[in-house]
């Protein structure tokens, strides 16, 4: 079955930097885009943005332009999220989510979902 | 504050329907059809319920369903049952300044 599996939880001091891993299996893993969504503790949902499996071109939410970068290893198909100069804000739950079956444009549904990775940021 | 507006909390009995709304714009809700539904439980990642604003995957309950009307998403759960208890969120694609998706602020839904 389809399945996205993430690195587990990070405990990072302030302006360090951290990587999330996404493994995806069960599918064909360049048919369909991967999209990264941030859950600050006690809060809702949050787009970060999206990355084309096919090409490897990225598209950030203007919200998480400059110390994120999502990227790919095609060859053991898994994505990356990296965060650089880490702030305690950046404290939450980051998910991978793949675009659903039949998505024709970002944000038609995304399915299935990676179980989260908590990032926690203190000193 | 998110880009979508949804009620912060509802609660129904068991057996009885209820209906999350989601209130955007023409640039988002309003203006095409890639409105999705979330099912959300504590700890848990979310699991897709709509999208296509009323299209089901394979899996999903039939006792959930999504419509619109103007700028106004809505997910209706029939025949409540207590497993229903979580929180559900509501995204759509947003052809704004920044092509983007963005989120509601997630309703927390309480089974009496």
Redesign the interface.
């Given at each position: 079955q389809v399945e996205l599996l993430q690195s587990g939880s990070e405990l990072k001091k302030p302006g360090a930097s951290v990587t999330v891993s996404c493994r995806t299996s069960g599918y064909t893993f360049t048919s369909y885009a991967i999209n990264w969504v941030r859950q600050a503790p006690g809060k809702g949902l949050e787009w970060m943005g999206w990355i084309n499996t096919n090409t490897g071109n990225p598209s950030y939410a203007q919200a998480f332009r400059g110390r994120f970068v999502f990227s790919l290893d095609t060859a053991v198909t898994t994505a990356y999220l990296q965060i650089s100069g880490l702030r305690p804000k950046d404290t939450a739950i980051y998910y991978c989510a793949r675009d659903a079956p039949g998505s024709v444009m970002m944000g038609d549904g995304f399915d299935p979902w990676g179980q989260g990775t908590l990032v926690t940021v203190s000193s | 504050q998110?880009a979508l507006t949804q009620p912060a909390s509802v609660s129904g009995s068991p057996g009885q329907s209820i209906t999350i709304s989601c209130t955007g714009t023409s640039s988002d809700v309003g203006g095409?059809k890639?409105v999705?539904w979330?099912q959300?439980y504590p700890g848990k990642?979310?699991?897709?319920l709509i999208?296509?604003v009323s299209d089901r995957?394979s899996g999903v309950s039939y006792r959930f369903s999504g419509s619109k009307s103007g700028n106004t998403a809505s997910l209706t759960i029939s025949g409540l049952q207590a497993e229903d208890e979580a929180d559900y969120?509501c995204?759509?694609?947003?052809s704004s300044s920044?092509?983007?998706?963005?989120?509601?602020?997630?309703t927390r839904l309480t089974v009496l």
């Open positions: - | 998110s095409h890639f999705s979330y959300q990642a979310p699991r897709l999208h296509d995957p969120y995204s759509s694609y947003s920044a092509l983007s998706v963005v989120f509601g602020g997630g």
